[in-house]
């Protein structure tokens, strides 16, 4: 979102909030560490304006983002969440671009079925996640 142009801190936030809808919420405590952690790395610059932080995108942060750019969904899925090869065939990647392209439709309708979809299939997982513990203690 930075590399539009030097932003304040929690624009950001709002932006995605306003992209994503209900489907993702950025708290001010993952948002800012992450700003930190980018600038310390040379992507970001940070200049106080008006008592406030603005962040502005480097050169080397706008290369990260065309080479991540040129990176395949999978490729990228694999190497940031490192998940197995059974899930990650673009199932993962796939699942949240799509939920991600409800909640930019901005039809309440349908992003109700999709949450709804999202807690029974969080439950099942949790579920399998409890049965598994259970076996392993056995």
Known sequence: MLSNGPSYGNNPIGEMESCYGEFRRLSLG???PTLQMLE??????????NGKCVYTITDTGRELLADRSEQSPSDSAQEIRNVPPEISENT???LSA???QIG???NTA???QVGELLEQLKR???GMLAEKSIEDDV
Do not use: A, K, W
Not at 40 to 49: C, F, M, R, S, V
């Open 92 to 94: 993962v990647t796939d």
């Open 110 to 112: 349908r992003m109700s």
């Open 40 to 49: 310390e790395e040379g992507y970001l610059t940070t200049q106080q304006l």
């Open 104 to 106: 930019c439709s901005r």
């Open 30 to 32: 993952s948002v800012y």
């Open 124 to 126: 099942d997982i949790h």
């Open 98 to 100: 799509s939920v991600m």
